[in-house]
């Protein structure tokens, strides 16, 4: 078995408050609960020796392992082919798409055998706060076991013909089955102390698998796309709405913490919060394919942000917030751990929660703005045209950048862009609705940062809008600029921009976000290309009608995507996925890429046919 499987070598599950990676040998070696952002139950991606995992795979010699997902669900099968038999592991979590938090979370792990017969070997050993605290393990009979751990416990349980055992703090079993039998091992995380469910049967099992599929078919029906990349446009909605904490309506940047952008590098953020930028650019995404009902939930979070205050960073909002809203995310190093294959070190919470990053009232007013016909009540709207007044006074400052950089404040372009966009969309909401706003001073403000950033924004010597005023440095965020409407896709300033990012950020159809070496961010090391970046470019490309060089990019990208349509941050030196995963900025992205190419193809003239084609002259 190996220590640690490649970053792609997983599948993602989860019931819409938690979310569990499965290896593609069968192992779970990521789960936080009761939430997204709750500390680790199992945590061996990140600590192969201590972290924990759970473990349900066959092993005999000359078995091969295959993954997929059930088609256009979340339910992940591992499928081990043997000479002496064929089975198959379905990994799901039936959804909790409820307004209330549960505390009960259930993993179930059903097992059948479809061809001669398979033995299993189950291996459980959660290890609790980041493998930091104690438990104890008791068996209540045979077929359950009780971790017990800091104010939560680990029910394990299993269907008849499975005897667990407990080896030292872990539980252990074997068993085998023919063709055509069943088994399944259920786990559930509670609160400490709480009572046992029934013990599972096979009957009830099937029955919960169907209503997972049901579940996943039944949402994907209000999906309004129906493009030439249909599979890959479904799995990124499904994964966007897995990354979302349905309580909440709260989207989060990606499911785990602490992967490496560069193995052994020290860029190893925690991604299990909701960033306002993410979030409102995933859900812009959702609201692109049908999804509308996520687009109200999110706008409602973003509206109590608004009105609570109370932000780390002292703004009207603060770039990322924990999933129920508390702005509070303080950076801790938990140096018991590795790092995964030795990349440390690993944090939990994330420091950049303090920064002061403008763009995000662009995004957020976007966000608000997706919809024609929905701006929210009356206090919601005087929440937000109060925003955008505060605004007005505090826009041109310097700030960190979307990239988060820890290098020092600068007025960087992509900001000030997206401050072009909160009072773009201020001024259109508010007029298209009859709402009361001060729109003589938006719209002057608005104009002055439209004639600052082509002012100072713009680098005569490289021909196109740069990462900071004080810089020659591209910058790919900058990618965004057609699609927000601040200028035209054709634009030649433009053109000219897209130009030289293609001679300095773009590698074989991959994109770099800047060039840390030109723009030191204050951190050792290097990163591989950035993926949203990458679709980005294709997006861009595909509006300025450079569609074959479009296509290409974007044919080329869905080559990067993992065994069943997955995609981490970033794409490594040799074509690996880095960073923290799956990562719902590359995924919505993957939809923007794909709509853009879907409607700029569907306006090309199709080539006459020659004299010599069927049904022409000469025929």
Known sequence: ??????????????????????????????????????????????????????RLSSDVEGVTVRQLYLSDTAVLVTRYMAPGGVGEVADFMLPL?????????????????????????????????????????????????????????????????????????????????????????????????????????????????????????SWLRQCTYRGRWQDMVNRSAITLKLLTYAPTGAPIAAATMGL?????????????????????????????????????????????????????????????????????LTEEV???????????????????????????????????????????????????????????????RPDEGIWETRGGRQDFTYSRLMTWVAFDRGIRLARDHSRPADIARWTEVRDTVFRQIVDRGWNTERQAFVQHYDTAVLDASLLLMPRVGFLSPQDPAWLSTLAAMDDELVSDSLVYRYDPAASPDGLRGSEGTFNLCSFLYVEALARAGKLHQARYAFDKMLTYANHVGLFAEEIGPSGEQLGNFPQAFTHLALVAAAMALDEQLGKERPTPPGPNARGGAGA
């Open 97 to 217: 798409d409820a307004a209330e938090p549960s505390d009960r979370h259930r993993l179930v792990r059903a097992v059948r055998v479809v061809r001669g017969s398979l033995p299993f070997t189950l291996v459980c050993r959660p290890r609790f706060d980041y493998a930091r605290a104690a438990h104890t393990v008791r068996l209540a009979d045979e077929r359950t076991a009780v971790f017990a751990g800091p104010g939560v416990d680990l029910h394990v349980q299993a269907t008849e013909g499975i005897a667990l055992e407990t080896d030292g703090q872990d539980v252990v079993a074997s068993f085998t089955l023919e063709a055509g039998q069943t088994a399944a091992v259920v786990l559930t995380s509670a609160d400490a102390g709480a009572e046992l469910a029934p013990a599972p049967g096979s009957d009830g099992v099937a029955a919960e698998l169907e209503a997972c599929r049901s579940f996943w078919l």
């Open 1 to 54: 078995m190996v220590r640690y499987p490649p970053i792609a070598e997983h599948g993602l599950i989860g019931d819409l408050q938690t979310a569990a990676l499965v290896s593609s040998q069968g192992e779970i070696d990521w789960w936080c609960t009761p939430r997204f952002d709750s500390p680790s139950v199992f945590a061996s991606l990140l600590d192969a020796d201590r972290g924990g995992h759970c």
């Open 334 to 396: 938990l140096d018991h751990l590795e790092g995964y294959r030795g990349s440390a070190p690993v944090r939990a919470g994330n420091a950049a929660a303090d920064q002061i990053q403008l763009d995000i009232y662009g995004e957020a007013a976007d966000a608000l703005a997706a919809q024609a016909g929905d701006i929210g009540n009356i206090k919601g709207w005087k929440t937000f045209s109060d925003l955008l007044d505060w605004l007005a006074d505090h826009w041109d």
């Open 260 to 328: 490496p952008e560069q193995i052994g590098g020290e860029r190893n953020w925690d991604y299990r919060y909701t960033w306002i930028r993410d979030a409102s650019l995933s859900v812009g995404a959702l609201i692109d394919l049908g999804f509308t009902r996520e687009a109200h939930a999110y706008r409602s979070w973003l509206h109590d942000r608004l009105e609570a205050g109370g932000t780390a960073s002292g703004e009207p909002l603060q770039i990322m917030y924990r999933i129920d809203g508390e702005p509070h």
